[in-house]
């Protein structure tokens, strides 16, 4: 297929990109190849060509300093961005990723973002600007029963979050990463976690740091007992995203119930773009969206 010539031919551009810069030999293999992302390792680096229609520019310029400016908490980039046929191209330093087989990282990942919602916002931080990513995916939906259960549960949030308003203030404006998930932590060189994809960090409500693990908690996707590590951790660490008791949906509803879509949303576009059913985890993230549905518009 031409889109697989295509991907081949961006696989061979950032393989040399990497051989240029890495310290290490190894033979150049593909980390990630999704959702138009094409991630290429070569020993030591790692070379990202980001998504086509991503905001990039003088944004990805300020958010590569920013990262820059917390190595003990992020994988900066090597440099500024390149251009490859027509993609953006970052190369930063590789870490070793979170292992699926082993103990997931929760607590260390929740204690890594208390830390990052901790750091002062400096006065030119880039907003995150996320929520626009779930309205872009629903858009994208094709007919079909699971497809409508999304729709009806993306008209229960905010306008703000459709792109019908302004964007209120935030209730807490902290330095945020904005895209959380185990996938976004690598084990660096001195042992240490640290967060990567830097495409979205700037300032903006911690809560949204919270909301796929919420989102799949609340969906039967998560186990309880991996939440609770989760959030017992973040909250004995005085990340602000939650209240310190209580109850901690005040804070992460509309964020988990955003989040729990944008999953569900995607699900349904993979498995109609891949001619094949939902699987379980899918289709509890599509029940989910229909209690969504079922509970009315979210505060």
Do not use: N
């Not at 208390?114 to 939906?141: C, Q």
């Not at 902290?174 to 042992?191: E, F, N, S, T, Y």
């Not at 989760?230 to 901690?248: H, K, S």
């Amino acid at each position: 297929m031409q889109t697989e010539t295509v991907q081949s031919g961006l696989f061979t551009r950032l393989a040399e990109i990497g051989r240029q810069r890495a310290t290490q030999d190894g033979r150049p293999e593909t980390l990630y190849d999704r959702h138009g992302v094409l991630v290429v390792r070569v020993g030591d680096v790692v070379v990202k060509a980001h998504q086509a229609d991503r905001e990039h520019g003088s944004p990805l310029l300020a958010r590569i300093a920013l990262a820059e400016a917390l190595p003990d908490l992020v994988v900066g980039a090597l440099g500024p961005p390149l251009t490859v046929d027509g993609r953006t191209v970052t190369l930063s330093a590789f870490g070793e990723p979170v292992d699926p087989a082993g103990k997931l990282p929760w607590e260390e990942g929740a204690r890594l973002l208390a830390a990052l919602h901790a750091v002062p916002v400096p006065a030119d931080a880039p907003p995150w600007g996320r929520p626009t990513r779930v309205a872009r995916l629903v858009s994208r939906l094709q007919d079909g029963s699971a497809a409508d259960a999304v729709r009806r549960a993306f008209t229960t949030l905010p306008a703000w979050i459709r792109g019908e308003e302004k964007e209120p203030e935030e209730r807490a404006r902290c330095l945020i990463h904005g895209d959380w998930h185990l996938g976004q932590m690598v084990r660096a060189p001195d042992g240490r976690w640290r967060l990567i994809d830097i495409e979205d960090l700037g300032a903006g409500d911690p809560a949204w740091d919270l909301a796929r693990p919420a989102a799949l908690y609340s969906g039967g996707v998560l186990p309880p007992r991996d939440w609770e590590r989760f959030l017992g951790a973040y909250r004995e660490t005085g990340g602000p995203a939650v209240p310190a008791q209580g109850d901690p949906w005040t804070a992460l509803d509309v964020p988990a119930r955003s989040l729990a879509i944008q999953i569900a949303a995607t699900c349904v576009i993979s498995a109609g773009r891949e001619g094949r059913p939902l699987d379980g985890a899918e289709q509890a993230m599509v029940d989910a969206c229909v209690r969504i549905s079922a509970a009315g518009d979210a505060a």
